[in-house]
């Protein structure tokens, strides 16, 4: 009797022994099992969301094949459950393991927004608008209420903020985005505010940020941003006019339809500096950290003049004469290159 109480209690445990043995390779297997996306795909855990709700909608998406041992992940694989809210990317050849790991660190989806230099800031406002899970906070914002949010004394943000790419998961912000943008302004102005050249004639780091953003919308050549700074700062010293074709484009605002006339030179605006001295009262465009630097160190040249070579970048002249007869060229050229 006791024989066979003990036979029976080893086929017991060895049926038991098997069972686990097999449970645990089924959930090992939907485990390891590759994601069925032939591309990235982005999946977004909402808060309050289970491992069980998340794996539901993998499946319902066709990513994962279901497997009824998978309410056992809880007991086997612990390291799986605690999934994060967050929007996560989905790679082909990932299994179900390493995308739920991923969830479990919080390692959330970098989406990426890239302002270019000499942007103005209702660009920047358009691009925000259509920035992928980017909140909108600042719709129903004026200018100057943003300007307000981000503690800003001016209530232009023109030349405030600093263009380049940022990165920001789902959920955040456009004011955030913008806060970071003016952070790094301020942050790289007050450097190179830091080590600018002595005896400049600019009285302020906030002028040095006007200048900065006529040299960004006057070339796009980084060699030229230090020339083209110490025509201004010469002009400026001499108390000559900047006359530059920019300001004048800004102060038009919608009246711009892509050409100057001579009449738009002569039409009194607050940033037409054919007609006032000095500089405009707000920066025209947002400035690299290049065109900053180049206005707090322009090169040591006596040149007041330049002009379009027609070939890219630009002539430099001390004088009238000089200037005139570069014009010439320039106008030449074009004529030539409208003729091929």
Same mark, same amino acid.
Request: hydrophobic letters at 40%; aromatic letters at 8%; a neutral charge.
């Given at each position: 009797?006791?024989?066979?109480?003990?036979?029976?209690?080893?086929?017991?445990?060895?049926?038991?022994?098997?069972?686990?043995?097999?449970?645990?390779?089924?959930?090992?297997?939907?485990?390891?099992?590759?994601?069925?996306?032939?591309?990235?795909?982005?999946?977004?855990?909402?808060?309050?969301?289970? /491992?069980?709700? =998340?794996?539901?909608? &993998?499946?319902? $998406?066709?990513?994962?094949?279901?497997? !009824?041992?998978?309410?056992? *992940? #809880?007991?086997?694989?612990?390291?799986?459950?605690?999934?994060?809210?967050?929007?996560?990317?989905?790679?082909?050849?990932?299994?179900?393991?390493?995308?739920?790991?991923?969830?479990?660190?919080?390692?959330?989806?970098?989406?990426?927004?890239?302002?270019?230099?000499?942007?103005?800031?209702?660009?920047?406002?358009?691009?925000?608008?259509?920035?992928?899970?980017?909140?909108?906070?600042?719709?129903?914002?004026?200018?100057?209420?943003?300007?307000?949010?981000?503690?800003?004394?001016?209530?232009?943000?023109?030349?405030?903020?600093?263009?380049?790419?940022?990165?920001?998961?789902?959920?955040?912000?456009?004011?955030?985005? /913008?806060?970071? =943008?003016?952070?790094? &302004?301020?942050? $790289?102005?007050?450097?190179?505010?830091? !080590?600018?050249?002595?005896? *400049? #004639?600019?009285?302020?780091?906030?002028?040095?940020?006007?200048?900065?953003?006529?040299?960004?919308?006057?070339?796009?050549?980084?060699?030229?941003?230090?020339?083209?700074?110490?025509?201004?700062?010469?002009?400026?010293?001499?108390?000559?006019?900047?006359?530059?074709?920019?300001?004048?484009?800004?102060?038009?605002?919608?009246?711009?339809?892509?050409?100057?006339?001579?009449?738009?030179?002569?039409?009194?605006?607050?940033?037409?500096?054919?007609?006032?001295?000095?500089?405009?009262?707000?920066?025209?465009?947002?400035?690299?950290?290049?065109?900053?630097?180049?206005?707090?160190?322009?090169?040591?040249?006596?040149?007041?003049?330049?002009? =379009?070579?027609?070939?890219?970048?630009?002539?430099?002249?001390?004088?009238?004469?000089?200037?005139?007869?570069?014009?010439?060229?320039?106008?030449?050229?074009?004529?030539?290159?409208?003729?091929?």
């Amino acid at each position: 009797m006791i024989k066979k109480i003990t036979i029976i209690f080893l086929v017991l445990l060895i049926i038991a022994a098997g069972s686990l043995f097999y449970a645990k390779s089924q959930v090992e297997n939907y485990l390891q099992q590759p994601l069925n996306i032939e591309q990235k795909q982005l999946f977004t855990v909402e808060h309050g969301k289970t /491992l069980h709700s =998340a794996l539901w909608t &993998l499946e319902k $998406e066709g990513w994962i094949k279901s497997n !009824s041992f998978s309410r056992l *992940l #809880p007991r086997l694989h612990p390291e799986v459950v605690h999934i994060r809210a967050g929007t996560y990317e989905l790679v082909p050849g990932q299994t179900l393991k390493e995308a739920l790991l991923t969830m479990v660190s919080g390692q959330e989806y970098q989406f990426t927004i890239t302002f270019i230099e000499g942007s103005r800031f209702d660009e920047w406002r358009q691009q925000l608008a259509l920035a992928k899970d980017l909140k909108q906070a600042t719709q129903e914002m004026s200018e100057a209420d943003i300007a307000k949010a981000l503690g800003e004394e001016h209530e232009k943000l023109e030349g405030l903020l600093l263009a380049e790419t940022y990165h920001y998961t789902a959920g955040m912000s456009d004011l955030d985005i /913008l806060k970071r =943008a003016h952070q790094s &302004l301020i942050r $790289e102005l007050d450097k190179a505010w830091q !080590s600018k050249q002595d005896n *400049l #004639p600019l009285k302020s780091p906030y002028q040095a940020l006007i200048l900065a953003s006529i040299i960004e919308k006057e070339t796009a050549i980084e060699s030229e941003r230090q020339r083209i700074a110490s025509v201004f700062i010469n002009r400026l010293n001499k108390g000559m006019r900047l006359q530059t074709d920019p300001t004048v484009i800004y102060g038009m605002g919608d009246k711009y339809d892509g050409n100057i006339r001579k009449k738009d030179l002569s039409t009194p605006t607050a940033y037409n500096t054919y007609v006032i001295n000095g500089l405009p009262p707000t920066p025209i465009a947002m400035p690299g950290v290049e065109s900053i630097q180049a206005a707090l160190n322009p090169e040591n040249s006596h040149y007041l003049y330049f002009v =379009a070579s027609g070939n890219g970048g630009h002539v430099f002249s001390q004088s009238l004469a000089e200037h005139n007869r570069a014009v010439q060229r320039y106008l030449k050229q074009l004529r030539a290159n409208k003729s091929q």
